[in-house]
């Protein structure tokens, strides 16, 4: 299948060619060929001139397959069938979107939730391998998830070395551990960002490990490679120069449609690709997920395989390459570099300044609706009397082209522990489920706005949209939802449990928001399942 992208809109198409017109005259095809690391200017040469390599992973990552094979060949002989994978962002959304659309299984870690992360320790424990991949071997998270799991195998009397994989950046400070633990260490190539890194080793080992055919994903990328190259017909470029003169132009909001897509799950791959690119310098581009368009003046919308503004059509190998190139493309058309993140290291550092405190500074509420604990300074003259007045003074509070993120710090699985009576069918059961999930809540205040709503797993976001939120236009609402945990983890050699990891990175980020000015509430969920109950229910009356 070729890839192609395909403008069904006549301004935006005319707003494209001009911009690619601009790019060519530029020479900017050809110089991003080359890995000419000036083409978003001085300041962000010397990061560029070590970000560009993905350009050539579907080439060079075949190197890569002997070693890779090896590991699955071992896996297969000790019968490990349950892949974990250990890794936040860019470490982990890849091989999400890989196993979902190949159809195999792979458990993803990218949370700090205690529930979530005892699920997955209680599955299957004595058939599992663990793949922690972190390219600067630094991320609180994943370093957390291999302390967890080493403890784990530990005292399930398994030896860690048998189960543990790596997959890091060469001298990081997990290459190191690696090698003193005896783990395998596969090593990334360094000349690739995080989020760019889809078919490098990171996105290539657990995806592998997991079944799925990691030959065909580099084929199908190595075929669209040398499209890239072109000033005509280049489909990177095309929806680089359409995404960036759209955004420029107002229309900076991107719904991502995927529905009629085989490619399961490409949309949260590329809102961390294009939110962490592009949300900087108060200018960006806002991924909305799993949203319906609402047709108004800033959103454009682009669809997976069919639909939208702009059709990005093509293999999955083909799709992370043309995103990755278009991102470049739009940085440059938006004047931001787009290989930096310069505000994600705020909350990560008021996160660290939390956990060194006694106690967690979580304040007291303004208003208690049944399980439900309402924190910070909610939009209005006068307190809110209950639960459904907090949401719509909040929807009321979202400026002209601004947005509302709702951020959840809880079990992205919990929803599926939702009770259903005996022999449910299916519908049945996905209504339970779906009156069980957080996640529901964003369609249910979307309905009540024309502005876009967005969902975020914490801390998953903070490594994607949490980028834009604070360094993107300053016109968001922010919604956190925290939640009592019942039982919680150790982290062995750390003097924090994951619990309090996670409220401190929810009151880090929270922080780092509230510093803005920015509108941010906090809801805390006493008793979760009735929580989201009420919560659902409060934002039905709004
Ligand atoms: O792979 P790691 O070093 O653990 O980093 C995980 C993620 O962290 C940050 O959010 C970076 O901005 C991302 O690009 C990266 O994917």
Redesign the pocket.
């Known amino acids: 299948m070729t890839a192609s992208v395909t403008i069904g809109n006549e301004r935006l198409a005319e707003q494209a060619a001009e911009a690619v017109k601009d790019l060519v005259a530029a020479g900017f095809h050809e110089a991003l060929s080359n890995g000419d690391p000036g083409l978003w200017g001085p300041d962000a040469q010397a990061e560029a001139a070590v970000r560009l390599g993905w350009l050539d992973l579907p080439r060079n990552s075949r190197e890569l397959l002997p070693e890779i094979g090896k590991l699955v060949e071992r896996a297969r002989a000790q019968g490990l069938d349950h892949v974990v994978l250990a ?5 982990s959304l890849a091989p999400e979107v890989i196993t979902t659309t190949a159809d195999v299984p792979l458990t993803v870690l990218d949370t700090t939730d205690p529930g979530q992360v005892r699920r997955a320790l209680a599955d299957r424990l004595e058939r599992t391998i663990v793949v922690v ?7 609180v998270e ?1 370093d957390s998830h291999r302390r967890i799991y080493e403890q784990a195998f530990r005292e399930a009397g398994i030896d860690p070395a048998e189960r543990i994989i790596v997959v890091t950046d060469p001298g990081s400070p997990l290459e190191q551990a690696a090698i003193e633990a005896g783990y395998p260490v596969i090593l990334a190539d360094p000349n690739v ?3 760019y ?1 889809a078919l490098s080793a ?1 996105g290539l080992v657990p995806s592998a490990l997991a079944g799925a055919d990691i030959e065909k994903l580099l084929d199908d990328a190595e075929a669209v490679r040398p499209l890239l190259a072109q000033a005509e017909g280049n489909p990177g470029l095309t929806l680089g120069a359409a995404l960036g003169a759209a955004a420029a132009a107002g229309r900076d909001k991107l719904v991502l449609e995927d529905s009629l897509a085989e490619i399961n799950g490409l949309p949260d791959w590329i809102e ?1 690709l294009i939110a ?1 690119s592009t949300g900087k310098q108060g200018r960006g581009i806002l991924p909305v997920v799993g949203a319906d368009p609402d047709d108004t003046d800033d959103e454009l919308v682009a669809g997976i395989e069919s639909g939208g503004d702009v059709t990005v059509s093509g293999p999955l190998g083909a799709q992370f390459l043309i995103w990755e190139y278009a991102t470049a493309v739009a940085g440059r058309v938006l004047g931001i570099d787009p290989f930096n ?1 310069p505000n ?1 290291a705020e909350s990560k550092e008021n996160t660290a300044k939390i956990l060194d405190r006694a106690e967690p500074p979580v304040g007291t509420p303004v208003l208690v609706d049944g399980p439900v604990e309402v924190y910070g300074e909610v939009p209005g003259s006068s307190a809110p009397k209950d639960l459904p007045e907090v949401l719509t003074r909040l929807l009321e509070a979202i400026p002209e082209r601004g947005y509302l993120a709702v951020m959840a710090y809880l079990d992205r699985e919990a929803a599926f522990d939702a009770p259903h009576a005996e022999g449910a069918s299916f519908e049945e059961m996905t209504d339970a489920w779906s009156a069980a999930d957080p996640a529901t809540l964003r369609g249910l205040l979307a309905v009540r706005t024309d502005r876009p709503v967005t969902f975020g797993w914490g801390p998953r976001f ?3 949209t ?2 834009y939120h604070k360094g993107g236009p300053q016109n968001g609402v922010f919604l956190q939802l925290t939640g009592a945990n019942e039982a919680d983890v150790e982290v062995p050699g750390k003097p924090y449990t994951l619990g309090r990891l996670q409220l401190a990175q929810a009151l880090g980020d929270l922080g780092a928001l509230a510093d803005r000015g920015r509108p941010v509430v906090r809801l805390h969920l006493t008793d979760r399942a009735a929580g989201v109950a009420r919560l659902l229910e409060a934002a039905r009356e709004v």
């Open positions: 890794g936040m962002g860019g470490s991949a972190s390219k600067s071997g630094g991320t994943t960002g995080g989020r890194s990171f961390q962490e993140q994600v903070l490594h994607s949490g980028q």
